[in-house]
C-alpha cells in the first residue's frame, strides 16, 4: 500500500463521486456507551458535539459509538447493541488496557488513550496529543457491486517506527437515531445518538445495507489498525448517500 498524497476521503455510488480532502489528522474517538446506563447521554451528547465540530486542534474528529450488549439484561434492551462493540472493548481491556472489567461510558481515543466519555475536558486534550503523533494518509473509496457495499482502501507506509502489521477495520454508523427508553435507568427519556456504529467488519466487501437504515445519515469508516497494539495510524470516513 503506498500513496504519496495528503489524505483525501472520495465515495463512487454509481455515477456519483463525493468527494473530501481533510487538512488534519484524522483521530479515532470510539465511545462505548449504552441506552441502559444512565451516565451515558452525557457522554453521548459530548461524541455529537465533536461530530457536529468536526475538529478538535489538529484533528479531524472521527466518532464511533459503540453500543454494548451487558446492560440489556438491566431493564432495557438497546436497540442499537452490537455484540462486536462488547468483543471490541473487552478486547480493549485485556489487550491495552490490562483490565478485565469494562464500563460505561468508556472512550478510546485512537486505540491507546481511554478515559470517561463525559469527560469532555479531558477529551479534547486527549484528541489534541494523539493528532500530535505520526499517523498515515489514508483514501477510502467505496462502489456498488450488485447491492454489496465493496469498500477500497489506499494508504501510505506506516511510520518507521512501528513495528506490527496491520489490519483495516471497517464501521457502518448511522447519524441522528432517537430512541424512546422505556424501562431501566433512562426509562422515560428520549435519547438521541450520532455516529452509532451499526456494522464492524474487516471484510472489504461490506455488504447490504438494513432495511430501516437511512441511507443518507449512514457513513463507512476504516480504521487502519495495529494487530498488536492496536494503535490507530490512521482513519478515513465517507458518506453512504
Not at 484528541?127 to 457491486?145: C, D, F, G, N, Y
Request: aromatic residues 4%; contains cysteine; neutral net charge.
Amino acid at each position: 500500500m503506498s500513496r504519496r498524497l495528503s489524505a483525501a476521503s472520495v465515495v463512487v455510488v454509481g455515477a456519483l463521486a463525493i468527494s473530501a480532502q481533510p487538512a488534519k489528522t484524522a483521530v479515532v474517538v470510539e465511545l462505548f456507551t449504552s441506552e441502559g446506563c444512565s451516565s451515558c447521554p452525557p457522554a453521548d451528547a459530548v461524541l455529537s458535539r465533536l461530530e457536529t465540530a468536526g475538529t478538535v486542534g489538529g484533528a479531524l474528529v472521527i466518532p464511533l459509538g459503540l453500543h454494548v450488549t451487558y446492560w440489556d439484561q438491566l431493564g432495557w434492551k438497546d436497540p442499537a447493541s452490537l455484540a462486536d462493540a462488547t468483543d471490541r472493548q473487552q478486547e480493549y481491556g485485556r489487550g491495552v488496557f490490562g483490565v478485565d472489567n469494562v464500563y460505561t461510558p468508556q472512550a478510546v481515543v485512537d486505540g491507546r488513550v481511554q478515559l470517561v466519555g463525559s469527560d469532555e475536558r479531558a477529551l479534547r486534550s486527549a484528541i489534541a496529543k494523539a493528532a500530535s503523533e505520526p499517523h498515515i494518509p489514508v483514501r477510502l473509496t467505496v462502489s456498488m457491486q450488485a447491492d454489496v457495499i465493496v469498500a477500497h482502501v489506499d494508504a501510505d507506509p506506516l511510520p518507521s517506527q512501528a513495528h506490527e502489521s496491520v489490519q483495516n477495520v471497517f464501521f457502518i454508523t448511522e447519524d441522528g437515531l432517537t430512541s424512546i427508553v422505556k424501562r431501566g435507568e433512562n426509562g422515560g427519556r428520549t435519547l438521541h445518538n450520532d455516529a452509532v456504529v451499526r456494522r464492524i467488519t474487516t471484510n472489504e466487501k461490506i455488504g447490504r445495507l438494513t432495511p430501516g437504515w437511512r441511507r443518507d445519515h449512514l457513513h463507512l469508516v476504516v480504521v487502519v489498525q495495529g494487530t498488536k497494539t492496536h494503535r490507530v495510524y490512521g482513519a478515513a470516513s465517507v458518506p453512504l448517500q
